[in-house]
């Protein structure tokens, strides 16, 4: 089979695309398959021509679009059949939820990467599946706690948590980390000028750096107002690192009842979008004070391969998609 991947061009990115996209791009070409890229430059309508171009060259058998706005540009080739993935990004406001869920009405198939976000979109596909993206467990190298530390340099009597992206992205929620912390920081004793528990971003980090953190840190902290199948804490899992993370998305079933993941309560009562109450902040420090409590690492690797969440086993489940398309 020949599939061209269709996304959008990212500038910040090295190779200009999401790194879940090459990586399952990838996956499928190690089973046999041949698979090249289209990257979405400027007006996404513009780009058919361009696209079209691109499918006489290949010859597809089946082009593959990730997110809804890269499928307004595979859709209307209409020389190809498309199969879309929706990330999250495609419910966060009306106009894009529009555009996207239009588009999913004319895709062969849909797959979602979390039920939540299916069950956001405005117009809903009929011929769907929900397959979070996966984790490439070849990258996903256990290095020993003590060991991780001391390549670091960092302190092997300290906690250290880590935050499952930048400080400064708002999205994922590091205030009430922030805060949380500093209540237990008030409450321990402070050596050498350092607090007790120190909180790492994730940013500017190769894949190795933040692998690397996460075997080091007692905690992975996800405290996210919204997530579609967040691949850092799936990633963190595969290396047992313990996590801790807002009910959103697909949490619940990513940790099922393994020891050493937590999940602070949703006041929303939904898995689409968490945001404080008055109980919120006091019942992140009790969690805090558990997770940092635990001793030793998960099985999140073992729940990870179970759930068949690795890059191959995600990649032969839409490898499946694309032969019932093409019958």
Known sequence: MRILEVSRYKTNHASHQLPFVTEQGEAIRALGHEVDYFLVKGNYIKAVGVLKRKIREFKPDIVHAHFGLSA??????????????FHNGETLNWHVNLLSSLMSLRAKHVIYVAQHI???????????????????????????????RRQLGWDSDKKYILFGGAFDNLRKNYSLLRDAVAKINEQLPITNHQSPIECVEMKNLT???????????DLFALPSHSEGSPQALKEAMAVNCPCLATDIADVRELFGDEPG????RNPRKTHERWDADEKSLEEMVALLKDALAFEGRTKGRQRILEL?????????RIVKIYQMVLT
């Open 207 to 217: 894949r190795s750096q933040c692998v690397l953190r996460m075997c080091a840190a």
């Open 72 to 85: 307004i540009t595979a859709e209307l080739q209409s020389i190809v059949p498309v199969v879309t993935t």
């Open 308 to 316: 068949e969440l690795s890059n191959e086993q995600v990649a032969k």
């Open 118 to 148: 299916r069950d956001l979109s405005y117009f809903k596909a009929r011929q769907y599946s929900i397959i979070p993206c996966g984790v490439p467990m070849e990258q996903m190298v256990i290095t020993p706690k003590e060991e991780a």
């Open 261 to 264: 993941h937590f999940i602070l």
